[in-house]
Every structure is written in C-alpha cells, then in structure tokens.
Antibody, heavy 121, light 108 residues
Framework: QITLKESGPTLVKPTQTLTLTCTFS??????????VGWIRQAPGKALEWLAL???????RYSPSLKSRLTITKDTSKNQVVLTMTNMDPVDTATYYC?????????????WGQGTLVTVSS | DIQMTQSPSSLSASVGDRVTITCRAS??????LNWYQQTPGKAPKVLIY???TLQSGVPPRFSGSGSGTDFTLTISSLQPEDFATYFC??????????FGPGTRVDIK
C-alpha cells in the first residue's frame, strides 16, 4: 500500500521560510521512473504544480516560483523536503505531495492528504 | 510554458447524463495529458493518463480521448459520486507540468 503524508507548520509569518516534509511508504524513490512532486491549491482555486524530484535526483521547478523553491530527497528516510522562502499571504494554500510514475503517463497516481498552510502575521 | 484551458468552467447535470469536458493545450503535447477528479476536502485522484488510458480501479464510464492540443474527458452516465471538479494536466518533456483551471460538475 502506497501512502504519502505531508508535515510542517500550519501557520507561517510573511517573509519566513516554509519547510514541508513528505514522508512516504510503499515505494522507493530510488526506483527508475519514480518521482515525488509538490502541488498546492489555494482555497477555491486550481491546482498549481510547484516542484518535482526524480529517482536520479533530477529536479524540476515551477518557473514562476523557482527562485524561492528547493526540493531535496532523503531516500534512506523515504522523505522529500520542499522549502519555500519569503512566504506571502498569497502562498496560503493546501500543499500536497504526490508520487509520479513514468509508467502511468507521468501522472501523480498517489497523493498525500494535504496540509493547509496559512501565511499571516 | 504550456498553457491549458478547460471548458466549460462549470456545468450542471443530472444523474444519468452524458458529460463531456474539454481541455486545450497551447502547444502540441502528444498524448501527455492526464485527468484528475477532486471532491471537496480531498486530494485529487487520477482517472485517465496518457490521454486515454483508464487508471486501474476507475469505472469504465470514464473515458478520455484526444492528442496534440485538444483533449476530451467523457462520463457516459453521470453517477452521484461523480459530482466533483475535474482537472487536466499537461506533461511535456523538460517543461514544467501545467494543470488546467478545472471544471466543476454540479447537480442539476
């Protein structure tokens, strides 16, 4: 059974750095073709793709947020960490991590439950 | 970046109706198009990948078609559990993913 779970602060102040951890089980991030991505969704809004890291450490970032994002992985701990600097109230959203598999059309086939992050002073 | 549009942005339908949602990409993405369903308060769930392949466990009333820039998600006979928001997702080579703005399906 594949599970992913996001953890991190629920409230951050403007200008602070957000650090989110995705802890997963049921698959390995050292397997060829596997990646873990981060997607967020502001209240009532569409999904927004943020970042992705592959089994071979290849990293991809949203161009509009690239300067603020860093994604890393710890394969031994089955974790992927996303940091986002200089948080702003417009970054208030539910943040999801999800598994991506090449054999399923590079879709996100398993998702965490999401964690709501509020940016407010 | 690839830009995605979806139409309609929302629709009202009845149980048993046939529903069609379209997604258009700003450039040719071949068949690298996935469809997701999201119900309120839940994470999205993949329905269709590679434009037309049904994800395991997804009812066959869902189908996808298209290639290049124009894609369609069809629900052949709408069920109560299908009232949700549907998103398309474009995958293209080294470019970042792009999600469509979503189509909300409400009860008529």
């Amino acid at each position: 059974q594949i599970t992913l779970k996001e953890s991190g602060p629920t409230l951050v102040k403007p200008t602070q750095t957000l650090t989110l951890t995705c802890t997963f089980s049921g698959f390995s991030l050292s397997t060829n073709g596997v990646g873990v991505g981060w997607i967020r969704q502001a209240p009532g809004k569409a999904l927004e793709w943020l970042a992705l890291i592959y089994w071979d450490s290849d990293k991809r970032y949203s161009p509009s947020l690239k300067s603020r994002l860093t994604i890393t992985k710890d394969t031994s701990k089955n974790q992927v960490v996303l940091t986002m600097t200089n948080m702003d109230p417009v970054d208030t959203a539910t943040y999801y991590c999800a598994r991506r598999v090449a054999s399923y059309g590079y879709s996100f086939d398993s998702w965490g439950q999401g964690t709501l992050v509020t940016v407010s002073s | 970046d690839i830009q995605m549009t979806q139409s309609p942005s929302s629709l009202s339908a009845s149980v048993g109706d046939r529903v069609t949602i379209t997604c258009r990409a700003s450039q040719n993405i071949g068949e690298y198009l996935n469809w997701y369903q999201q119900t309120p308060g839940k994470a999205p769930k993949v329905l269709i990948y590679s434009a037309s392949t049904l994800q395991s466990g997804v009812p066959p009333r869902f189908s996808g078609s298209g290639s290049g820039t124009d894609f369609t998600l069809t629900i052949s006979s709408l069920q109560p559990e299908d009232f949700a928001t549907y998103f398309c997702q474009a995958i293209y080579s080294t470019l970042p993913d792009t999600f469509g703005p979503g189509t909300r399906v409400d009860i008529k």
